[in-house]
T-cell receptor, first 114, second 109 residues
């Protein structure tokens, strides 16, 4: 059983389009995250959700919006996609509102904007 | 903002040799974690060391933490080809993990 699953694994789309990436965890964790990994492998935290409340929101454009229908899901919506949005996006989850335990990561979604 | 910084950026060794990676961070922490990322895959947790611990072992992994120097090291002993991956240190920023840029380890047989 996959602990943290993301769909799709690959996403190729044109500039200006709107897309969503889904994430589900079956670990019973109460905190979920979205990270962006650029071409140099630098991981940047984008969002963190704890019990359906947004905890942090780094300097991420408003075009990105996380949506959590329940504790097991944290989807990422991206509007008006730009070339610079091309990256690998990782969903993760952990137990507790602060990262004092290990985080479990999904396999990533490689987004390519053309 | 980036918290951790790994050194070296890349490391190439032969099977059986030991690999040492270092991580420096900027602010006080509650804990420091190390993760591994195989090519094209997600990150996998390796080990967590708390701020009041100085050393921790897990199998062939040995992690040290020096809070006075704000640094940590990850030692992989008797490396194997399967250890080829990128290794990241991560520190807690209160609400999420902040990752360094990683060390890319290549182990050749």
């Amino acid at each position: 059983d996959t602990a943290v699953s993301q769909t799709p694994k690959y996403l190729v789309t044109q500039m200006g389009n709107d897309k969503s990436i889904k994430c589900e965890q079956n670990l019973g964790h109460d905190t979920m995250y979205w990270y962006k990994q650029d071409s140099k492998k630098f991981l940047k935290i984008m969002f963190s959700y704890n019990n359906k409340e947004l905890i942090i929101n780094e300097t991420v454009p408003n075009r990105f919006s996380p949506k959590s229908p329940d504790k097991a899901h944290l989807n990422l919506h991206i509007n008006s996609l730009e070339l610079g949005d091309s990256a690998v996006y990782f969903c993760a989850s952990s137990h507790g509102g602060t990262p004092n335990t290990e985080a479990f990561f999904g396999q990533g979604t490689r987004l390519t904007v053309v | 903002s980036q918290q951790g910084e790994e050194d070296p950026q890349a490391l190439s060794i032969q099977e059986g040799e030991n690999a040492t990676m270092n991580c420096s961070y900027k602010t006080s922490i509650n804990n420091l974690q190390w993760y591994r990322q195989n090519s094209g895959r997600g990150l996998v947790h390796l080990i967590l060391i708390r701020s009041n611990e100085r050393e921790k072992h897990s199998g062939r992994l040995r992690v040290t933490l020096d809070t006075s120097k704000k640094s940590s090291s990850l030692l992989i002993t008797a490396s194997r080809a399967a250890d080829t991956a990128s290794y990241f240190c991560a520190t807690d920023a209160g609400t999420a993990l902040i990752f360094g840029k990683g060390t890319t380890l290549s182990v050749s047989s």
